[in-house]
């Protein structure tokens, strides 16, 4: 006689079959943490491999049982993580998630809509339908048929961005990055066959109006401007209005990538430093940084919907012509995927829980954190800091230390899984790079960093 099938997470029986197995993944979790004891797991990659590899095949003959491979594989994946939560994590834009963002993401994997077709995700496409329509009023808030699609992040954004662009203005559509930008846009040139982006050069970290005029005086022909709201290695913004009025007298479509900067629109005290966003076409916008949502939660915002109908796509067993004109939903053209998740779930109970209000104290929050520990860098007399922080970004070495050292501390925080600071080349010199991104970060815990460097250098 055949073994019953394992139970599922959906349907009236689900949460019965889901409530012990969560108690399992949450006590996993729990002694995870308590075995990493720090940020992440000491002893680099070697040791975390081996670690891992003690586990066994990972196809066994026989299965251990739901309970077994829960409590060990979650409890090696917590131990050998790095995490997010932990104040000394700070290295790159790696956000830790709110615990109610990833109970509603249970959800969300439980039910498992596929936001291909309407009847997959009757309600869900509803809800991606509201939140996007919030979401694109935010970023525009002055236009008249805002629209935003759901990305899995910044990348996806800023392609599609530059696909709009091609569609809108022509294959021989030039685009004009700052060499600040995101590595996206190279790449994006890439794969839709356009030529390669026009570099502006950004000495001072963000794109100056009178080079970007210069280029544009040399260009003929149709040209996309990509401008950044928050740099990868600096948290920098370029001057947003004066570069959109440039690209209004010459002409030219301006895209802003704005996926680590733009949830700044919701705080009243630093909403200012986005002044001009509306003027961009498309905008792109992570949820996953200042947000603080599980990955992917990516948007593009665009100011005009009719922009996206080139998107549209046909495919008889999900979307016939006479199930569109009876009025089931077309959800083809909202994407360029076909499966995918409704990644939108976790992102309407964060909106309707904390409000823009909510939102807004924890973006602000994470910038107080950045001017904390740029203070602490200026009153440490071994260490330099670059400048102060614009975002939530903060550059400082030690002082009079070559690049090699620098880059050696870094590493020797990891091995010892103490700390986890980025890296970021600017103005000829290695710095370290700590970005900040825990509203939970306290000014004590930004000076056991300090310290931590300052012991590092003096080994």
Same mark, same amino acid.
């Given at each position: ?47 975390? &491999?081996?670690?891992?590899? &003690? ?112 569609? $809108? ?127 992917? &939660? ?81 009153? &440490?007399?071994?260490?330099?800091? $670059? ?73």
């Amino acid at each position: 006689m055949r073994a019953a099938p394992p139970p599922l997470a959906g349907g009236a029986p689900g949460p019965d079959a889901l409530g012990p197995l969560l108690r399992t993944v949450l006590d996993a979790l729990r002694a995870g943490a308590e075995d990493r004891g720090g940020p992440l797991p000491a002893g680099g990659p070697e040791a975390v &491999a081996r670690r891992v590899g &003690a586990l066994g095949t990972a196809l066994p003959e026989t299965g251990t049982g739901a309970d077994e491979a829960l409590a060990t594989i979650v409890r090696a994946l917590a131990a050998g993580a790095a995490d997010p939560a932990h104040p000394l994590c700070a290295a790159h834009l790696h956000t830790p998630p709110l615990a109610l963002a990833v109970a509603a993401d249970l959800a969300a994997s439980a039910l498992n809509p596929s936001m291909d077709s309407w009847d997959q995700a009757p309600a869900a496409s509803a809800v991606e339908a509201l939140v996007t329509a919030a979401l694109a009023a935010e970023v525009y808030p002055d236009a008249t048929h805002p629209d935003a699609l759901v990305t899995t992040g910044g990348t996806e954004s800023n392609q599609l961005a530059l696909l709009l662009a091609r569609e $809108r203005l022509g294959p021989a559509v030039r685009t004009v990055v700052g060499a600040n930008a995101h590595h996206s846009f190279q790449r994006a040139a890439w794969l839709l066959g356009l030529p390669q982006p026009v570099v502006v050069p950004t000495p001072r970290g963000t794109i100056a109006p009178a080079a970007l005029h210069e280029v544009l005086t040399t260009l003929t022909g149709p040209v996309l401007v990509a401008a950044t709201a928050g740099t990868t290695d600096e948290g920098l913004v370029d001057p947003i209005p004066a570069l959109a009025g440039l690209c209004e007298e010459r002409d030219a479509d301006l895209h802003i990538d704005a996926a680590y900067g733009g949830p700044l629109l919701f705080s009243r005290t630093h909403r200012p430093l986005l002044d001009g966003l509306a003027r961009a076409r498309t905008v792109t916008v992570d949820l996953h940084k200042l947000g603080w949502q599980p990955a992917a &939660a990516g948007l593009l915002a665009v100011r005009e919907a009719a922009d996206l109908a080139v998107l549209g796509h046909t495919a008889a067993y999900l979307n016939a012509d006479d199930d569109t004109e009876a009025g089931l939903p077309d959800l083809l053209g909202r994407s360029l995927r076909t499966t995918r998740r409704p990644d939108v779930l976790k992102t309407a109970v964060t909106l309707r829980a904390l409000g823009r209000t909510g939102l807004g104290a924890l973006v602000d929050a994470c910038m107080d954190r950045a001017q904390d520990l740029a203070d602490l860098v200026e009153k &440490a007399p071994g260490l330099d800091l $670059r400048a102060r922080p614009t975002l939530t970004t903060v550059l400082f070495r030690p002082r009079g230390a070559d690049d090699e050292t620098v880059a050696a501390i870094r590493r020797t925080l990891l091995a010892e899984g103490r700390a986890v600071l980025g890296r970021a080349a600017v103005d000829g010199r290695l710095w370290l790079k700590a970005t900040l991104l825990n509203p939970h970060a306290t000014p004590g815990d930004l000076a056991q960093l300090i310290t931590l460097v300052e012991g590092s250098t003096q080994r």
